[in-house]
């Protein structure tokens, strides 16, 4: 699961709890000037980190839940702040929030929020992911073929996790940053070649017929 973190920056308990978990996120620190460049369909869920809660509070949360839509981002928010009033959290749902919580709240709870969110989006996907002779068992980031199995790093997983999950389909470059290294400032743009080279090695390594091919000045697909 991929989660985008909105507003202040002063919630390291929050990215914590997402790490200990094992979700991804990435944080925006100011969505109303940077909502346009959401990429569409990378992230699970948002979470909007609410600091203010004066008179302002409505007004702010509702330009800022305006810009991601106008930006073309469909993901679920959750608003979370401390000690709202009832009406301000009426006002949160109002303004088109899909869930409001406040302090003080238990991490868990956070968490299964967001869990069910992104439920509200596509169909949970399955633990397991074929395309040909592959298996993908995203549980154990165990990779299977009729040659045996071999281990992935987290990052060959979410690779081969996309690809199986979009078998003949052609995943532009910008998909595949997005999705695995999200919107990080300090991606290399060799990054994708040097980490499919490492991902057919392993593909070749288990005997396996499926192949990731280059379309060129577009992205790459998978063969099955």
Not at 100 to 127: C, D, H, I, W, Y
Not at 163 to 189: C, I, S
Request: hydrophobic share 45%.
């Amino acid at each position: 699961m991929r989660v985008l973190l909105l507003g202040s920056p002063n919630h390291d308990k929050i990215a914590q709890a997402l790490r200990k978990e094992h979700y991804l996120y990435d944080f925006m620190a100011n969505p109303e000037k940077e909502a346009a460049g959401i990429p569409e369909g990378v992230y699970d869920a948002a979470i909007l980190l609410a600091d203010r809660t004066d008179n302002q509070f409505a007004v702010q949360l509702s330009r800022t839940l305006c810009a991601l839509r106008e930006g073309g981002a469909s993901l679920p928010v959750l608003v979370v702040a401390s000690h709202l009033s009832a009406r301000d959290r009426v006002l949160a749902l109002d303004a088109g929030a899909d869930d409001v919580l406040t302090a003080p709240f238990l991490m868990g709870e956070l968490l299964a929020r967001v869990r069910a969110l992104s439920r509200r989006g596509p169909a949970l996907q399955p633990r397991q992911l074929c395309a040909g002779d592959l298996m993908l068992d995203r549980g154990h980031c165990m990779l299977r073929s009729r040659g045996g199995e071999i281990r992935l790093s987290g990052k060959e997983m979410q690779i081969v996790e996309l690809f199986l999950l979009h078998p003949g389909q052609v995943l532009p470059r910008a998909t595949l940053q997005h999705k695995v290294w999200g919107m990080d400032n300090e991606f290399a743009y060799n990054n994708i070649e040097v980490y499919l080279s490492l991902v057919r090695r392993k593909l070749r390594a288990i005997g396996s017929a499926v192949q990731i091919h280059a379309e060129r000045g577009v992205g790459y697909y998978l063969e099955a």
